[in-house]
């Protein structure tokens, strides 16, 4: 084992990440080679990984970029894909998912990274780091690809939650508003509420009172709300952020992943087509290499865990190395920023903000 000589000191200057080295399709072999990239970009990374200890020291061994900034916390029991939440509320104690947050929670560590069930690590995130303070709903936030000049929208709830009535989608563009700011670098993001069109007389009636909502508060949360936005707007510009529900969210992420994934194919099977299409391949090599970055799934992986007192990243469970550096990279920008407790900020204002505040108390270089 080889021993992480910085993460309980805040001075320095290094961030650490926990990380959840089970429950992902491709085992700890895959998490531990992500972990590896990342430490070879970035000498500022430490790393608690959970999980086995022979098993994980035996791949750490092989890593010696990882030797003096890895730890590792034994933890014999796994979250299998399968299991319940309820059931790993009450027996998940020694799993290695369990493990990572109690890192996070012990002020060890700045993020907590896992590619494990998501619904098991909601509801442990939920019960061991606890909800924000007037928090009602947790969502998950992701980077979607887009046209816009940042290369990414976030879009929320993708799936912490199947329900959401009008304030909590309110909540949610309060949140994404913030994680836009710090995540994306945008100092006055554009909000819209995804619907069934752009029409004020289309969808639900919580939409309707979402919409009402998310109108009055935006000039005074620093936002610029656009109105309803539709499907073909998610990765469009006409906005940074898109708000939903978590049914609605999860439907449209595993949609675009599967399109993704089919276009890169049916590109591949077009230029084997025949010898010429094939010497096309070739003279367009670095057009599509770019292409196929843009359009990788594994680049934008990572879910963030919003309104939790503490950072946590989901990771897709099927990601390889690639996706898993993604993620981790994603903590890292998320933990130097101070993210969570600029979230923690905007969410404790939004009561001020329903009382009227005026709209200069938010100035355009707050990052919360």
Known sequence: MT?????????????TISVD???????????VAGVAQSARKNAAIRFILHGPRAELEQLTAKRKVLAGRCEVRDAQDVVQMKDKPSQVMRHGKGTSMWSALESVRAGEAE???????TGALMALSMMRLRKMPDVNRPAIAIHWPSRNPQQFNVMLDVGADVRADARDLLQYALMGASYARNGLDLPRPRIGLLNVGTEEHKGRPELHEAHALITDFAPRANFDYVGFVEGKDIPGDICDVIV?????????????????????????????????????????????RRLGKRMDPRRANGGVFLGLNGTVVKSHGAADATGISAAVKLAFDLAQSGFSEKLAARVASAPALADDASPDQTTDGDKT
Do not use: W
């Not at 021993?3 to 961030?15: I, K």
């Not at 089970?22 to 072999?29: C, K, R, S």
């Not at 993020?111 to 069930?117: A, F, T």
């Open 3 to 15: 021993a992480g000589q910085d993460h309980s000191n805040p001075d320095a200057g290094h961030v």
């Open 21 to 31: 080295a089970m429950g992902g399709d491709l085992g700890a072999a895959a998490v």
């Open 111 to 117: 993020v907590c990274v896992s590619c494990g069930n």
């Open 244 to 288: 939903t529900d978590g049914f609605t969210g999860n439907v449209a992420i595993k949609t675009g992943e599967g399109t993704a994934t089919l276009i890169l194919e049916l590109l591949r099977e077009a230029f084997r087509h025949t010898p010429l299409s094939r010497l096309a391949s070739v003279l367009a090599y670095t057009s599509l």
